[in-house]
């Protein structure tokens, strides 16, 4: 017998979008997270006890994302830290380089501002401008990692989920709708 999470994943977010819908501010941030570990690391899994966080402020109106990312105990020199295209337990290529990332062992924290500028594209991939980036990212198709020269395709690793308040759920909906409206033009 075959089995998926997705639907299981996908289904409460939809639910959630769905009914929020009416209440919708089209203003403002949305707020999207990860927890990063080991475990979620393709194309192996790393035992490692480094561990990170990541927050990203999306900001609709001006196409750009802050970013404040933090990892922990990390055994062996930062080399990069990006996020990518691709779902859970599959590797993808880089959207955003975090170049700003210290190369260095134990703790590190870096803060930034993205923009189209700094997007590399993947129309392959359903990634061709900001606005396609921006879906990827609220739509559970990203995540990020922190890659060490101890583990090169990742120390951790973690999707990149929305922060479930009620208004961003809201946001998230309002913008994937009018993006899709704007496309059917």
């Known amino acids: ?25 089209t203003g403002g941030p949305i707020e999207i997270l990860s927890l990063m570990g080991g475990g979620d690391v393709v194309p192996g899994k790393v035992l490692t006890g480094a561990f990170g966080t990541a927050v990203l402020t999306m900001d609709l109106q001006n196409g750009n994302i802050t970013f404040d990312v933090s990892a922990f105990n990390l055994p062996t020199s930062v080399s990069g830290a990006h996020i990518h295209v691709g779902s859970p337990g599959v590797g993808g290529p880089v959207l955003f380089d975090l170049r700003a990332v210290p190369r260095q062992a134990g703790d590190i924290s870096v803060t930034g501002t993205l923009s189209a500028a700094d997007l590399t594209m993947h129309a392959n991939l359903g990634v061709r401008n900001i606005d396609d980036a921006l879906q990827s990212i609220v739509g559970l198709a990203t995540y990020i990692d922190v890659h060490t020269e101890g583990n090169p395709d990742g120390e951790v690793r973690g999707p990149l989920v929305i922060s479930m308040a009620e208004s961003t759920a809201g946001r998230v909906r309002h913008m994937l709708l009018s993006s899709a409206q704007a496309r059917r033009r």
């Open 1 to 25: 017998m075959r089995t998926t999470t997705a639907p299981i994943l996908v289904a409460p977010l939809l639910v959630l979008l769905l009914a929020s819908g009416a209440r919708a501010q």
